[in-house]
């Protein structure tokens, strides 16, 4: 892929206690913005609503969700991006609630119908492309259980997307090797 990719971080830490990490986190994407362009959303700073089930995403306003909050811009972000990485420290075993409310919240990109792939089904693809997923877990322990168990439920996230999990790691919050993680792909 030639030219600046496009990456939207979702970042699910939902207090101050990794602002060193993200901050230079930041600055060292700003530092290579000749090869990356990188949205960053803080999702503990924005108003993102829990999904209710209503479907109207689907219903009345297809590909809109019935809440008119921060959502719309991630969405439009996330679906103008090459990859979009969660970015979220580990929280009883899993991913911050922020994290999984974004998630949940991310329906209104696939149709409401299902197709069988590989035995299984999935969703229909609403839009013609879809960015890749990437999931960097902050866990200072580096505990290889939690992030195989994250890692497999992301990947059938990928899957519900219609996209791929391309990377999926655990970092004791060392900005510049995240950067060169999402550089890499």
């Known amino acids: 892929m030639g030219g600046v990719k496009r990456v939207t971080v979702l970042d699910g830490i939902p207090d101050g206690r990794y602002a060193p990490f993200e901050a230079a986190f930041l600055q060292e994407a700003d530092r290579r913005?000749?090869?990356?362009?990188?949205?960053?959303?803080?999702?503990?700073?924005?108003?993102?609503h829990?999904?209710?089930?209503?479907?109207?995403?689907?219903?009345?306003?297809?590909?809109?969700?019935?809440?008119?909050?921060?959502?719309?811009?991630?969405?439009?972000?996330?679906?103008?991006?090459d990859l979009c990485v969660f970015l979220s420290p580990v929280s009883m075993g899993f991913v911050s609630s922020l994290i999984k409310k974004a998630c949940d919240r991310m329906i209104p990109i696939v149709m409401p119908d299902f197709l069988v792939c590989g035995g299984e089904f999935h969703h229909k693809a609403r839009y013609p492309s879809y960015p890749a997923l990437g999931l960097m877990l902050l866990d200072p322990d580096r505990d290889s259980t939690t992030l195989r168990t994250v890692s497999d439920?992301?990947?059938?996230?990928?899957?519900?997307?219609?996209?791929?999990?391309?990377?999926?790691?655990?970092?004791?919050?060392?900005?510049?090797?995240?950067?060169?993680a999402v550089s890499r792909l």
């Open 33 to 48: 913005a000749d090869a990356l362009r990188v949205d960053c959303f803080r999702l503990r700073d924005l108003d993102i």
């Open 50 to 81: 829990f999904c209710t089930g209503c479907f109207t995403c689907w219903t009345r306003t297809p590909g809109l969700c019935a809440f008119r909050d921060d959502m719309g811009p991630i969405l439009q972000s996330v679906l103008a991006s």
């Open 153 to 180: 439920v992301f990947a059938r996230t990928a899957l519900t997307l219609k996209t791929e999990l391309v990377l999926s790691e655990s970092r004791r919050a060392t900005p510049e090797e995240a950067i060169d």
